[in-house]
């Protein structure tokens, strides 16, 4: 598996949209975008390190052929996982997924983003058995970069008794948030 390793602050943004409406233009990339600043071009969900703990970071686009089916097809998957490095248990581990769309249509893309992280979380910790996944607390982010993220009023259009049962499926913390930060290799919070 490719991945890096940061003490900086990450920067995701996904070119994917803007590329095809810019044909022309010259940007950074023209997909996944993992950084340690803005790009200036496509908003970014940021992850403030203010304290340099070291992250592996893994572009899941640069690591096409874990996420290829037998067929050539590829499965549903996130942006980007990033994890702390941490010696003793528990470290957490984000799930990233990216969501660019119009305030409008935010509920319907969160919801696929959390279908896009349980399936990424399920096929890389469970069937293919990548990491140690009990080292690891499992931490889901959904961003909607641009757009503000989801306040407590808005957070009303979910049902909270399908959250707190796709939480306790996932054994996961779920964020909709465009900034974490991370405090310790044990804590990462909304920013």
Not at 134 to 148: D, H, L
Request: with cysteine; aromatic share 10%.
């Amino acid at each position: 598996m490719i991945k890096r390793t940061t003490t900086d602050d990450i920067f995701v943004a996904d070119f994917t949209r803007y590329k095809a409406s810019h044909p022309e233009e010259e940007i950074p990339n023209d997909g996944v975008l993992i950084s340690n600043c803005e790009n200036g071009i496509v908003p970014s969900l940021w992850i403030e390190n203010p304290n340099h703990h070291p992250i592996d970071v893994v572009n899941i686009e640069h690591n096409p052929a874990l996420f290829k089916r037998a067929d050539g097809t590829l499965r549903t998957q996130c942006e980007c996982i990033c994890y702390a490095i941490r010696s003793e248990s528990p470290a957490w581990m984000l799930f990233m997924e990216l969501k660019y769309c119009q305030p409008k249509n935010r509920y319907e893309n969160i919801l696929t983003g959390m279908h896009q992280l349980k399936e990424t979380c399920k096929y890389v910790l469970e069937e293919q058995g990548l990491f140690e996944d009990a080292k690891y607390k499992r931490v889901f982010v959904v961003s909607t970069p641009g757009i503000e993220p989801l306040d407590a009023f808005d957070a009303t259009y979910f049902d909270q008794e399908d959250m707190m049962a796709f939480r306790k499926e996932c054994k996961a913390v779920l964020y909709f948030s465009n900034h974490l930060v991370v405090h310790t290799p044990v804590h990462v919070k909304n920013g």
